[in-house]
Each structure stands twice: as structure tokens, then as C-alpha cells.
């Protein structure tokens, strides 16, 4: 085995690729999430990924839960060497900023960014506690949102350019332990996240919105995970990857 990954959101969607092409690389996975095990996504998502995967219940706002699920990964898997920060939500509400209610802002923050920072913070922690024969790291999935404005969803801007600095931090604090740190940046990628808006991105990407013509879908990020976590770009940590099929890319 390479390894164990954790992967937070892991059981569907983008984390759910993930998890998927690094199962078939021979690493054994960790997924965490709130959904109860017992619901049909989760038993599902294990069936496909089959016994090299564990599931565990986990809210990334409950703070205090932090170490009890390291804790329980560690005994049922071994230590974690890779920790991929996938899970996040979207604004609860799209509209006009100048409406945002406090609420809604904390939502966001608390998942995407509080809660993700002290989670990799515990897994970085024991990382360098704890010799590893295999390469590790962080990988924080954000979204080219980080950069490009969306006015009516600015909570979700803000957190996905808070965890861009913070993929930043982690990459300068653990590299000369020779933990690599990595944030990539999905673009337009076809999950049930974004069901609600598949006609409009059809047309915009008909229209030629995107470079490479299609949606992305969970298996490009996928694919970009594997030689992050196998030590094949170690010395790119602090490298931010765009996984969008050339949207980001300025043009005329």
C-alpha cells in the first residue's frame, strides 16, 4: 500500500474522484463527512470503493472532533500521510452581497475555511510527530473562485481566497520537514453542486466560456491528486494548479 489518505467530502462528487483514482493507486482511503454511514450516498460510495475504504461521520464546524477522528483513522488505517481538504459548501443563497445576512457569511467560513484550517492543522501536527516511509501532504481543493469574482456568492469568494493564503502557510511552515503542500483550483466541474446550474454553464460553455470545451468532471481532479501525493512534484510545494480546462486563463 501507498499510504493513507483522508479526504474530507470524500463520498461524492469531486472527493469521491479522488477517492477513486487513489483507491485504484493502491492507497487506502478515509472518507469523512456529516452524512450518517447508513444513508444511501455513503453505503453507495463504499460499496464502489470497496474494503480499502472507511467511512467516518465527521462536521468540520465541531472543532472538539478533530483529534477523535485522526484518533480513529490512525487505528483502523494507520497514521495519515495524506490529507486532501475537499469539503466545502457553496453560498446558501446567491444574490446581490449588499444583502448578505452575518449567518449566511458564517456558514461559509466556519466549514470552508475555520474548520479546514484546524483540521489540517491536527494533521500536520502529527505528520511531523510521526516518521513516514512515504512521501506526504496537504492538498486543499478550493476553486478558481479563489480569484475570479462572483458578487453574488462573496462568502464563497472569500473563503476559497482564505484557504488559497492558507494552502500558502501550510506549504511554507512544512517544507522543510518535506511535507508537500498543494491547492488546486477546480473550475466548471459537473457534481450535483452544480446541477442546479447546468443549462446556463451549457450555453456559457458552448459560447466558448471554457478553452478545453467540455465541464471538467471529478476524475480530472483526480488525476491531478495523484502525483501530488506520491511525492512526484515534491519540490512544487506551494504550487496552486488550476483544474479548469483554461477558464482562468486571461484573454483579449
Not at 494507520?78 to 457569511?105: C, H, Q, W, Y
Not at 513516514?132 to 481543493?141: D, M, N, P, T
Not at 473563503?159 to 488559497?164: E, L, R, T, V
Request: proline share 6%.
Amino acid at each position: 500500500m501507498s499510504g493513507v489518505v483522508l479526504i474530507t467530502g470524500g463520498q461524492r462528487g469531486i472527493g469521491f474522484g479522488i477517492a477513486t483514482v487513489l483507491r485504484d493507486a493502491g492507497f487506502r482511503i478515509a472518507l469523512a463527512a456529516p452524512e450518517p454511514p447508513e444513508s444511501d450516498e455513503v453505503k453507495t460510495a463504499l460499496e464502489k470503493l470497496g474494503e480499502e475504504a472507511h467511512y467516518y461521520t465527521f462536521d468540520l464546524r465541531d472543532l472538539s472532533a478533530v483529534a477523535p477522528l485522526l484518533d480513529r483513522v490512525e487505528a483502523d488505517l494507520g497514521p495519515i500521510t495524506s490529507l486532501v481538504s475537499n469539503a466545502g459548501v457553496p453560498a446558501p443563497v446567491r444574490g446581490d452581497m449588499l444583502d448578505l445576512r452575518p449567518e449566511k457569511f458564517d456558514i461559509v467560513m466556519d466549514i470552508n475555511l475555520k474548520g479546514t484550517f484546524f483540521l489540517a492543522q491536527e494533521a500536520a501536527r502529527r505528520m511531523l510527530r510521526a516518521p513516514a516511509e512515504v512521501h506526504r501532504s496537504l492538498i486543499f481543493i478550493t476553486s478558481v473562485s479563489a480569484e475570479m469574482v462572483s458578487p453574488e456568492r462573496a462568502e464563497y469568494c472569500l473563503s476559497k481566497a482564505g484557504a488559497a493564503m492558507m494552502a500558502q502557510l501550510f506549504a511554507v511552515r512544512l517544507a522543510g520537514a518535506g511535507i508537500g503542500v498543494f491547492e488546486l483550483r477546480p473550475g466548471i466541474i459537473e457534481t450535483g453542486m452544480t446541477a442546479g446550474v447546468k443549462d446556463k454553464y451549457d450555453t456559457r460553455i458552448a459560447e466558448g466560456l471554457v478553452p478545453a470545451a467540455r465541464w471538467g468532471v471529478p476524475k480530472d481532479i483526480g488525476d491531478t491528486v495523484l502525483p501530488l501525493v506520491t511525492g512526484q512534484m515534491a519540490f512544487a510545494t506551494g504550487a496552486v494548479i488550476p483544474v479548469d480546462g483554461g477558464l482562468s486563463i486571461h484573454r483579449l
